[in-house]
């Protein structure tokens, strides 16, 4: 089964620090062959073909992977290290009550179809992500927008109604669209080292090298995503020489045929992926923080991870991974222990338990998480009726309608745990301090006192069992050592292609 995370972005804060251009750096990469042919076409293997190629329409994790940094840039990027970095802008200034931004734009910038960048196409791009029709999962991010103005070709001008210490790190989302480029679904007209070839939807997805590109060029002749349906067929790809690199090795049980192979590299990076037990947190019994205690004690989570990924991947005990400033080691809030779980369950006045629907997505591995869960629970007196969904109707029905119990749901990208501040999110946690943390976080002056309040956020949802997060992902990259260069921490789902070289 082809799998389709779902990419729900948090807010966060990261400084605009060196300049870059975009085939220069970006991250951790591997280590480079002895030679490298600049003409090269590096051929990638994926599990992640998008729904469309415009990522504020819903194209998934999938048009990230493609097209974030090798075809669309943004202002600023955000490296495979977590790091802010100026593109497209050479940098900003910020009025002193930190409400006024201003922006000044790279000279010699064209779109792919020879139109010349502008402050109009920053303008639109910023309005698009915002747009009441727009499906960004960066949307609600950003803080209210009172005026943007273009007062010259190379300046923009943004003045938002409250201060926000993460304005600059999520415009590093924001993919800047030739203004006069009308739909993007099925064609694009971007700045990056490379533009779309061609597109064989469940097949294929060929990149070129941009002849006109502004800044270094890319480090090989092109690249080609091959998407698969299932993990067994992407491996057999790469043993086979059809791919050279795998974005996101998904499946534990390949990895001695390729760890034991000196033809082949494989590499342990830092993902930011987080599976999680999501409750609706507004219906009862979730809504009972006991409840929620309870079934976060019932689950083995230690077990689930090593049934699923042997010695890979990493517990949490939060939504916060090891990468994130705020990060406090929380695995110790609500340990595995039947018998406290019953305990609670009684606490709460349901001594013989209760049964539940739990919507699952229909990809790997989250029905056999599912049927985990249920075993799990089992033990407790709690029964867990499975209601395995795809992804359109997950987004439908959990994320859009709100209308569950509980779900299961991967959430990729880093420093999301601002969601919790938003009771209007799907899960519905509603606890007013932290609301006002996030608020004040993301107002505050410093980087210190921003983090200080996020840990304090972090602890509370922890102890308040917002969730159950089960796991962090590992984030294992695959490849031939005939490649170098590729990222290895594919934070955010980005796989920047520009750096690849290939001998």
């Known amino acids: 089964m082809k799998k389709q995370r779902i990419a729900l972005l948090g807010a966060a804060l990261a400084t605009a620090v060196a300049l870059a251009a975009c085939g220069s750096g970006g991250g951790s990469t591997a280590g480079a062959p002895a030679a490298a042919d600049a ?42 290290d977590g790091k802010v970095e100026p593109l497209l802008a050479t940098g900003n200034t910020v009025s002193a009550d930190g409400l006024t931004y201003t922006f000044t734009l790279r000279d010699g ?22 747009a009441p029709d727009s499906k960004s999962a960066r949307k609600s991010s950003f803080p209210e927008i009172k005026q943007i103005t273009t007062p010259d070709p190379k300046t923009v001008t ?3 109604a409250t201060r926000s210490i993460s304005f600059v790190y999520n415009l590093s989302y924001v993919w800047i669209v ?19 070839d061609t597109w064989k939807r469940g097949s294929t997805l060929t990149l070129k090298k941009f002849a006109d590109y502004w800044g270094t060029p890319a480090t090989n002749g ?39 192979n000196p033809a082949y590299k494989v590499n342990d990076g830092k993902s930011t992926t987080k599976l999680l037990l999501a409750f609706n947190d507004r219906v009862a019994p979730f809504n009972n923080t006991q409840v929620r205690k309870a079934i976060s004690s019932a689950i083995d989570n230690k077990k689930l991870l090593q049934s699923i990924w042997g010695d890979h991947g990493t517990l949490i005990g939060s939504m916060v991974p090891p990468t994130d400033p705020w990060y406090t080691d929380l695995t110790g809030v609500n340990p ?87 009771p209007d999110f799907y899960w519905g946690y509603d606890n007013p301090q932290v609301t006002d943390w ?26 308040d069992a917002a969730s159950d997060w089960l796991y962090l992902y590992p984030q294992i990259v695959v490849a031939s050592t005939k490649v170098s260069g590729y990222p290895v921490n594919g934070l955010n789902s980005q796989f920047f292609a520009y750096g690849i070289k290939k001998g």
């Not at 910038?109 to 915002?130: P, Q, R, W």
């Not at 018998?339 to 349901?350: E, I, M, P």
């Not at 629970?377 to 997950?394: F, H």
């Open 39 to 80: 003409n090269a076409v590096v051929q990638v293997g994926s599990l992640y073909e998008p729904q469309n190629l415009d990522n504020t329409g819903g194209g998934g994790q999938g048009v990230t992977e493609a097209f974030n940094g090798n075809v669309y840039e943004g202002l600023y990027r955000l490296t495979d």
């Open 109 to 130: 910038v064209t779109f792919h179809s020879g139109k010349a960048l502008t402050s109009e196409d920053v303008k639109y791009s910023i309005e698009k992500v915002l």
């Open 158 to 160: 943004v003045t938002l």
């Open 178 to 196: 030739n203004d006069q480029a009308g739909s993007i679904a099925a064609k694009e007209d971007g700045t990056g080292p490379y533009q779309l």
């Open 222 to 260: 092109g690249v080609v995503f091959h998407y698969f349906t299932d993990g067994s067929a992407l491996d057999n790809a790469l043993l086979t020489n059809a791919v050279d690199v795998v974005t996101s090795e998904q499946n534990p049980d390949a990895l001695p045929q390729f760890a034991d």
């Open 336 to 422: 595995h222990n039947v018998d406290t779980a019953k305990s609670l369950l009684a606490q709460a006045g349901y001594p013989k338990g209760f049964s539940f629907t739990l919507d699952t997505p229909n990809y790997d591995p989250h029905p056999t998480v599912a049927t985990f869960v249920k075993s799990e629970l089992a033990k407790v007196g709690i029964t867990v009726n499975i209601n395995v969904i795809t992804s359109d109707q997950w987004y439908t029905k959990v994320y859009q309608n709100k209308d569950f119990q509980a779900t299961l749901q991967e959430h990729v990208n880093d420093r999301d745990v601002v969601w919790y501040g938003d």
């Open 438 to 463: 996030v608020k004040q976080a993301e107002q505050a002056p410093t980087e210190a006192q921003q983090t200080e309040l996020l840990k304090k956020v972090n602890q509370q949802i922890a102890q």
